[in-house]
């Protein structure tokens, strides 16, 4: 078993504010991206869903498009989430590994 069998850590939303976090990014490069950090590959369905809610929570923002592509970009509220959960994690992840070295 590895982290991919584990849905739950595969959340959409994080998935894409990590990936916008790096530089603005169409849908399909986002899938890339998303694919090579975790090994996770997000349908487009999923994507699209998530890059919807994640823009009408103000977390994300469009550009205007290239060509066909749409571009996104995370806003300063994404950053400053973003920043707030992963550093949440972070803790979280040190208090389970510290339960693990004691078992």
């Known amino acids: 078993m590895n ?6 850590f595969s959340n959409p939303s994080l998935l894409i504010l990590v990936s916008l976090a790096g530089a603005e990014k169409h849908g399909y490069a986002m899938i890339e991206d998303i694919q090579a950090m975790t090994g996770v590959r997000l349908g487009a369905g999923t994507l699209y869903g998530a890059i919807t809610r994640l823009e009408q929570t103000g977390l994300i923002e469009s550009l205007p498009a290239d060509e066909r592509r749409r571009p996104y970009r995370l806003t300063l509220r994404g950053a400053a989430l973003l920043r707030q959960t992963l550093s949440d994690l972070e803790k979280f992840t040190g208090l389970g590994l510290k339960r693990l070295a004691m078992a």
């Open 3 to 8: 982290i991919n069998d584990l849905d739950h």
